[in-house]
T-cell receptor
């Protein structure tokens, strides 16, 4: 089945620093999603990408859909304490008919922001 | 608040037992998805129901089963529990099934049920 490799597994950064994490796949996706999971909560959608090469921002978050359709990255600028959590990428293969396979999730990046 | 409600929040049980996890989707959503999140496996898709019918199956064990009721709430039944079944179980809902474009069919997750099998 499809595999997603997400890196790094964990990051410790100082408040105010920028963060970058990425996902790579052994096969292509045509939709990439980035979720954040706070402790004790379910994943919340941050950014969705639907086209190869697409660059999308949501406040301090920027994500890109790789040209090869096998990778995506998420950048967080000027990190703040509430950025702490686990970030997941998810890929989805959507067919020309419009139907889609289920989401495949990466293993997550645990982000810790130090004051 | 995503609008997806899962109960109970925590469940502690013994090996060999059977438990039922419950999920109420967002108002108007017809699809319910179940995921398992364990420490070493990340989020694994288990099963999807759409308007009462099973729509897709993932890595769901034969000891596990689910159903979606006419009021669209869903239950995940886990039986003959083993230590390795200890995990967070998430339910997500979306407006439709996979025939709708993803941008119109975003999944919203509940807060999860933490299952501990002792």
């Amino acid at each position: 089945g499809q595999q997603l490799n997400q890196s790094p597994q964990s990051m410790f950064i100082q408040e105010g620093e920028d963060v970058s994490m990425n996902c790579t796949s052994s096969s292509i996706f045509n939709t990439w999603l980035w979720y954040k999971q706070d402790p004790g909560e379910g994943p919340v959608l941050l950014i969705a990408l639907y086209k190869a090469g697409e660059l999308t921002s949501n406040g301090r978050l920027t994500a890109q859909f790789g040209i090869t359709r096998k990778d995506s990255f998420l950048n967080i600028s000027a990190s703040i304490p509430s950025d702490v959590g686990i970030y997941f990428c998810a890929g989805q293969l959507v067919f020309s008919s419009g139907s889609a396979r289920q989401l495949t999730f990466g293993s997550g990046t645990q982000l810790t922001v130090l004051p | 608040d995503s609008g997806v409600t899962q109960t109970p929040k925590h469940l502690i049980t013994a090996t060999g037992q059977r438990v039922t996890l419950r999920c109420s989707p967002r108002s108007g959503d017809l699809s319910v998805y179940w995921y398992q999140q364990s420490l070493d496996q990340g989020l694994q898709f288990l099963i999807q129901y759409y308007n009462g019918e099973e729509r897709a199956k993932g890595n769901i064990l034969e000891r596990f089963s689910a159903q979606q009721f006419p009021d669209l709430h869903s239950e995940l039944n886990l039986s003959s529990l083993e230590l390795g079944d200890s995990a967070l179980y998430f339910c997500a809902s979306s407006p439709s099934d996979n025939r709708l474009p993803t941008r119109l069919n975003i999944q919203y997750f509940g807060a999860g049920t933490r299952l501990s099998v002792l």
